[in-house]
């Protein structure tokens, strides 16, 4: 069984950085997964935020480009996402996945506040 353990989350002000890590466990071929970000805030469905594919390819929801980074390390089987002037409304839960599977991480909270 997969896991995934999320860090990095915190609490920062309006404009500043975070940087997540997910870091999977109990996975083989972690190269050949294609790897995701999702959030969830208070009272909202959950949604994605960043994908990666397994040759490094990214999408972004259109509330993050050109803020927000995916990245992976396939050695140490881990995905980043270097997020940059976080807004308000990027405060939630986020969550790590292995795309398009039902294997997710426990969440690290963002909370982006004055």
């Known amino acids: 069984q997969v896991q995934l353990v999320e860090s990095g989350g915190g609490l920062v002000q309006p404009g500043g950085s975070l940087r997540l890590s997910c870091q999977a466990s109990?996975?083989?071929?972690?190269?050949?997964?294609?790897m995701a970000w999702y959030r969830q805030a208070p009272g909202k469905q959950r949604e994605s935020v960043a994908v990666?594919?397994?040759?490094?390819?990214?999408n972004y929801a259109d509330s993050v480009k050109g803020r927000f980074t995916i990245s992976r390390d396939n050695v140490k089987k881990t995905v980043y996402l270097q997020m940059s002037n976080l807004k308000p409304e990027d405060a939630a839960v986020y969550y790590c996945?292995?795309?398009?599977?039902?294997?997710w991480g426990q969440g690290t909270q963002v909370s982006v506040s004055s």
């Open positions: 996945n292995v795309y398009g599977t039902s294997r």
């Open positions: 109990r996975i083989l071929s972690f190269s050949e997964y294609n």
């Open positions: 990666i594919s397994q040759s490094g390819g990214t």
